[in-house]
């Protein structure tokens, strides 16, 4: 158990919905980072949340936003929904946001179907 | 170029012998590295980091770290069927501001008996 949990752990939506994840970090890591994993692929950086400010961003359009509350805990939601959003959506929490200060470690992910 | 390389396999080793996993990285001046462990349907979970050239041991795990030649192995001793996983190799790059890592696409590791 690493401490970092997610919720809900699976959800079906349809095509053009909204979306709301939710992941509350590990006690004393005050960074989240949210991965986006496709079937048969590695996960792929979304963004990361540092002390409740975007922190960096990797290739995902506007609609993937995000939020980060005082306690740490964060929200990825996605707008207009397409098909290839189905994956399992996973959150990280760490410690510290600069380099070096990267250990992260999973909550259970939230697999998200889109039909 | 990926930015983070592995052989997809699956890579099947009897039970008992040493698995060896790799991993090559296109950015020279990436500073953290990572291997993590992922069983179908689960979240990936960390069970080696290095950060400096060499050896680092933790019981049965080897990682090894060679930045000339921007290479990551793990090693896997005394294969028992439940390391049987999608093994992620994962990198953290020298970006300005954003701790963010980088995944490879995985190496799937069978331990038949």
């Known amino acids: 158990e690493t401490g970092v949990t997610q919720s809900p752990t699976h959800l079906i939506k349809t095509r053009g919905q909204q979306v709301t994840l939710r992941c509350s970090s590990q006690?004393?890591?005050?960074?989240v980072s949210w991965y986006q994993q496709a079937l048969g692929q590695g996960p792929q950086f979304i963004f990361q949340?540092?002390?409740?400010?975007?922190?960096g961003r990797g290739n995902f359009p506007p609609r993937f936003s995000g939020l980060q509350f005082p306690n740490y805990s964060s929200e990825l939601n996605v707008n207009a929904l397409e098909l290839d959003d189905s994956a399992l959506y996973l959150c990280?929490?760490?410690?510290?946001?600069?380099?070096?200060?990267?250990?992260?470690?999973f909550g259970q992910g939230t697999r998200l179907t889109v039909v | 170029q990926k930015e983070v390389e592995q052989n997809s396999g699956p890579l099947s080793v009897p039970e008992g012998a040493i698995a060896s996993l790799n991993c090559t990285y296109s950015d020279r001046g990436s500073q953290s590295f990572f291997w993590y462990r992922q069983y179908s349907g689960k979240s990936p979970e960390l069970i080696m980091s290095?950060?400096?050239?060499g050896d680092k041991e933790d019981g049965r795990f080897t990682a090894q770290l060679n930045k000339a030649s921007q290479y990551v192995s793990l090693l896997i001793r005394d294969s028992q069927p439940s390391d049987s996983a999608t093994y992620l190799c994962a990198v953290n790059p020298p970006y300005s501001s954003a701790s963010k890592i980088i995944f490879g696409s995985g190496t799937r590791l069978s331990i038949r008996p």
């Open positions: 990280a929490s760490s410690l510290g946001a600069g380099a070096g200060n990267t250990e992260a470690f």
């Open positions: 006690s004393g890591h005050n960074t």
């Open positions: 949340y540092y002390r409740e400010e975007e922190n």
């Open positions: 290095i950060y400096s050239n």
